[in-house]
C-alpha cells in the first residue's frame, strides 16, 4: 500500500505537489490573511474615531477645567434672577414696588391675578397691579417694567383719569419663568458657546443688584403689651 | 572529415591542434528513457522550488497580518483607555456643564424677550400720543390682542375727525392699525361730545 503511494506519488508528483500548494495557500488566504486583512481595515477605522473620540472629550474636559467656578456660578444666578426656574411672587412684588416708586407712582394692589400657563418650555404667571400716578408717566412706567432685568411683558392696561394728569390705572402683567432642563447634556454631547452678544447680556444681567424682598409681615412689638 | 550525427548520438569531437580549439566532440551513451526521466525530474525541481517560494510567502504573509492584527489591537486598547480616562474626567466636571448648559438655556430666552415692548404697550403709547388736544379721555383700555377701547369727551367735532384720521394714517400709526370702529358717538345739550373708539390692530 505504501509503497504504490509512493509509486503513485512519484508518477504524478508534477501535478500533485502544484495541488497540494495551491491548497494550502487557499487554506492560509481563506482561513487567516484574508479575515486578518478585513479586520485591519475594519479596526482601522474604529481607531479613527477612537481617536477623534479621545480628542473631543480631552478638548472638552480642558474647556470645562479652565472655566472659574464661582464666575459661572455667578452668571447663572444672574440669569435666574432674570428668568428663574419658579415662580418668584415675592421677588416680583418688591421689583414692581421699585418700578413704581421710580416712575413716580404709588402701588395700592397687587395681586396674582392667574395660576401659571406656559407651552414649551416657556411659563408664565399673571400679576396684577393697581396704581395711582401722573397720567403722562404711564408709558414711561410701562417701559420701566418691560426693560427690568426680570422678563416681564404688559398683557393689559386700563386707565381712568381721576384728576389732572392724575390716573387710576390697572395693569396686567406677565411673569415668565421655566423649569430647569431635565437633562443638562451627556460625555460625548457638544458645549454650548457663549458668544460676544451673550457675555454683553451677562453683564447687563450682573450689572443690576437682586431686588430685596419687602419687609416681612410678621407681627412687631411685645408679646404681651401688658408686661 | 564531415559525419552524419544520428538524433541519439551527439558527436563532438575536439581537436587541438597547435593550442587553437577546434570542434568538440561528446558522445552521450544515455537510454533515451534516462533523458526523458531527467529532463522531467528538473522540470518537477523548477516547479517545486515555485510552489515552496508560494508557500513561503504565504506564511510570510500570515504572519505579517497577524502581526499587525496583534500591534493595531494594542494600539486600539490603549487608545480606548485614553477614551475612557477623558470620559471620567468630563463626567467628574459634569456640574459645570450643566450651569454652562442651564445658563445658555437662559440667556437664549432673555436675548429675546429683554428691553422688547409688548404689543399692548406698543398699542397704548401709540394711541395716547395720536390723541390730540382738547380731547378728554375718560377710560384708555388695551386688551390682550392689542386692541384699544377709548372712551372720551371733546367740544370739537374735528377733534374726532382728527383722531380717526390720526389713528388710520399709516404714516402715523406706524402700520399697526387694521381698523377704528366707533361704538357709540353722541351730542350732549351741553354740545360735548361723547365717543367711544375701538382700534383693532394688525
Not at chain 2, 186 to 197: M, P
Request: proline share 4%.
Amino acid at each position: 500500500m505504501k509503497i504504490n503511494l509512493i509509486k503513485l506519488y512519484l508518477n504524478f508528483r508534477i501535478f500533485i505537489f502544484p495541488a497540494v500548494v495551491a491548497l494550502s495557500s487557499l487554506i492560509l488566504i481563506v482561513f487567516i490573511i484574508y479575515p486578518q486583512i478585513v479586520q485591519l481595515i475594519k479596526n482601522q477605522k474604529v481607531q479613527v474615531d477612537v481617536i477623534t473620540k479621545s480628542e473631543f472629550l480631552e478638548a472638552k474636559a480642558s474647556v470645562l477645567d479652565d472655566l472659574n467656578e464661582g464666575e459661572l456660578e455667578a452668571k447663572v444666578a444672574s440669569a435666574l434672577n432674570s428668568y428663574p426656574a419658579e415662580q418668584d411672587l415675592l421677588n416680583i412684588v418688591g421689583l414692581l414696588q421699585q418700578v413704581a416708586i421710580k416712575s413716580g407712582f404709588s402701588v395700592s394692589e397687587i395681586s396674582v391675578q392667574k395660576i401659571p400657563s406656559g407651552t414649551g418650555e416657556i411659563f408664565k404667571f399673571g400679576v396684577g397691579m393697581e396704581t395711582v400716578g401722573p397720567e403722562s408717566l404711564l408709558s414711561q412706567f410701562i417701559a420701566g417694567i418691560e426693560s427690568a432685568v426680570r422678563i416681564m411683558k404688559v398683557s393689559s392696561i386700563d386707565l381712568s383719569p381721576v384728576g389732572a394728569d392724575l390716573a387710576d390705572i390697572s395693569l396686567g402683567i406677565d411673569v415668565f419663568f421655566a423649569p430647569a432642563p431635565q437633562t443638562f447634556g451627556s460625555v460625548d454631547s457638544h458645549l454650548p458657546e457663549l458668544s460676544q452678544k451673550d457675555e454683553e447680556l451677562i453683564a447687563r444681567l450682573t450689572s443690576v443688584p437682586r431686588v430685596s424682598q419687602p419687609a416681612s409681615l410678621s407681627p412687631r412689638g411685645k408679646t404681651n403689651p401688658f408686661e | 572529415m564531415r559525419l552524419p550525427i544520428p538524433w541519439q548520438l551527439a558527436l563532438h569531437y575536439e581537436r587541438r591542434c597547435n593550442g587553437r580549439s577546434m570542434e568538440k566532440i561528446s558522445i552521450n551513451l544515455l537510454p533515451v528513457e534516462f533523458i526523458a526521466e531527467e529532463f522531467k525530474r528538473r522540470k518537477f525541481y523548477k516547479i517545486q522550488a515555485i510552489g515552496v517560494t508560494i508557500v513561503l510567502f504565504m506564511i510570510f504573509l500570515s504572519i505579517l497580518t497577524l502581526s499587525l492584527g496583534v500591534l493595531q489591537s494594542s494600539s486600539l486598547n490603549a487608545a480606548s483607555l485614553r477614551v475612557d480616562e477623558a470620559e471620567k474626567r468630563v463626567s467628574t466636571l459634569a456640574p459645570k456643564q450643566a450651569q454652562l448648559v442651564l445658563l445658555k438655556n437662559r440667556l437664549q430666552v432673555i436675548e429675546g424677550q429683554i428691553g422688547i415692548p409688548s404689543k399692548q404697550a406698543e398699542m397704548y403709547n401709540l394711541t395716547y400720543n395720536l390723541l390730540p388736544d382738547g380731547f378728554l379721555v375718560n377710560r384708555i383700555s388695551v386688551g390682550g390682542e392689542g386692541q384699544v377701547q377709548i372712551s372720551a369727551l371733546t367740544a370739537n367735532a374735528q377733534n374726532i375727525d382728527r383722531i380717526i384720521s390720526n389713528l388710520l394714517d399709516k404714516g402715523k400709526n406706524n402700520d399697526r392699525v387694521k381698523n377704528v370702529v366707533i361704538d357709540s358717538l353722541n351730542r350732549g345739550r351741553d354740545g360735548i361730545y361723547r365717543i367711544n373708539l375701538k382700534v383693532e390692530t394688525k
